[in-house]
């Protein structure tokens, strides 16, 4: 877990980099060049089980951002007061707090959302980019600026979430958002995009698309991992 | 969910439910460790080892504490401490009594706290409403189906170092095209029996 949240700290220089503590910076590498999903390939597990709706996508996004600005929160405040042996603990449980909070709330208002998403949300709590940032980032900056980090992350794995959950509700059921949008005079929606296999395939491609995107190097790199 | 018998679970949850597969638990370290069967399989051991001791142990500690006490929302955070702590105490043990044993299955010991399929394998027990016996076969299958997948998984990607992939799909984006193939193929399994 640790040793899989620092690579993305390691190759920023000091003081100019994600890490520097820049607010905009921080966001922005959230959000696209390290992605946590696209490019350091974390939480895939929810990434791909949820999304076989554009709804569930983009409800498991918001849970995602309000953990990850939650704990980062409240890791970077206590830091200074934190042994270090015990850290991991400290972290699981502001974790596990933040989710049973949110799952509360999905309980409690949306009663239909909370069925479908079933033990994903619970999962939250072992998920390595909630855990990683936490340790690679909050454990070592101020509060605000890990919240913003927090925020970046939450948003860049929303964001992975809403486009594979577009697209294989686009192609599973030929609708979004539950809203028909592809008429079935012409169009035959293929059932495989909501089941497991298309999950897998929709996120390799997706993985390979942000390779293309971003730099070709970072293909050996992850080849590595 | 009472009249499924444990065996029907048992298969389903190696063949037509695979926890990696079709519930899609336990990514993490399945990307982290499919390169190398040998690697595979010593976690998987240890996956089995743990899913089936802790599905047992969160069975007893949420109906016979959480329930009866009215703390049924703090499961979450009770599972994972039951794990992490389970993880903990077999790691001296095994540490304490076979120093070989260690060797070959003490270094996944701490990946696998943070697994998902763990945790998630408890979750399902709750939401599915499983009896005592229907989880304990639950959390075994689903470990030797995690276990069948990471190995059968990491057995192609040995052949496929020397496959010339497209640049940007090598690494995770290949590994996650080939898994998708696998899904597909346990689809077959699809009849054969039915949980959910």
């Keep these: 877990m640790a040793d899989r949240g620092s690579p993305a700290c390691v190759g920023c220089a000091p003081g100019t980099g994600p890490c520097g503590g820049k607010g905009m910076e921080t966001l922005r590498s959230g959000v696209w060049i390290t992605n946590p999903v696209a490019v350091q390939v974390l939480g895939i597990c929810s990434a791909l089980a949820v999304t076989n709706r554009l709804e569930n996508s983009l409800v498991m996004g918001v849970a995602l951002v309000f953990v990850g600005v939650g704990t980062n929160l409240f890791v970077s405040l206590l830091r200074n007061v934190t042994p270090r042996r015990i850290r991991m603990i400290a972290e699981v449980a502001i974790i596990a707090t933040f989710v049973i909070v949110f799952d509360q709330i999905l309980k409690a208002y949306y009663w239909e959302m909370s069925k479908q998403l079933g033990p994903y949300v619970g999962l939250i709590i072992t998920n390595c980019i909630i855990m990683g940032r936490a340790e690679a980032f909050a454990l070592s900056n101020r509060p605000l600026v890990s919240m913003v980090d927090g925020l970046g992350n939450g948003l860049g794995y929303a964001v992975v979430l809403a486009i594979i959950g577009f697209f294989r509700e686009l192609v599973g059921t030929g609708s979004i958002l539950g809203h028909q949008v592809l008429l079935s005079e012409w169009y035959t929606p293929n059932q495989l995009a909501v089941l497991a296999p298309g999950a897998f395939v929709a996120l390799g491609f997706l993985i390979a698309i942000f390779n293309a995107l971003t730099r070709a190097n970072q293909t050996d790199e992850m080849g590595s991992q | ?196």
Excluded at chain 2, 32 to 56: N, Q, R, Y
Excluded at chain 2, 101 to 111: A, D, V
Excluded at chain 2, 158 to 167: F, N, T, W
Aim: aromatic residues 14%; charged residues 10%; proline residues 3%.
């Design chain 2, 1 to 196: 969910m009472g009249e499924i018998s444990p065996f029907v679970i048992l298969i389903a949850a190696i063949f037509t439910n695979n926890i990696l597969l079709a519930n899609f638990l336990g990514m993490c370290s399945f990307l982290a460790v499919s390169k190398e069967i040998p690697t595979a399989a010593g976690l998987g051991a240890a996956v089995i080892f743990v899913m089936t001791a802790t599905t047992a142990i969160n069975f007893g500690v949420y109906h016979h504490v959480l329930v009866p006490l009215g703390l049924v929302y703090l499961q979450f955070i009770v599972f994972i401490a039951v794990i992490a702590a389970f993880v903990q105490f077999v790691e001296m043990f095994v540490e304490r009594f076979s120093l070989h044993l260690y060797h070959s299955l003490g270094i996944f010991l701490p990946l696998i706290t943070v697994n998902c399929a763990i945790l998630g394998v408890s979750l399902f027990m709750i939401i599915r409403k499983y009896t005592f016996a229907q989880s304990v076969a639950f959390g075994f299958g689903g470990g030797v189906g995690w276990t069948l997948a990471i190995i059968l998984i990491a057995g192609l990607r040995q052949k496929m170092r020397y496959s010339d992939v497209p640049r940007p799909f090598r690494g995770v984006a290949i590994a996650m095209i080939i898994t998708g193939v696998m899904a597909m193929a346990f689809m077959g399994f699809a009849g054969m029996v039915r949980i959910q």
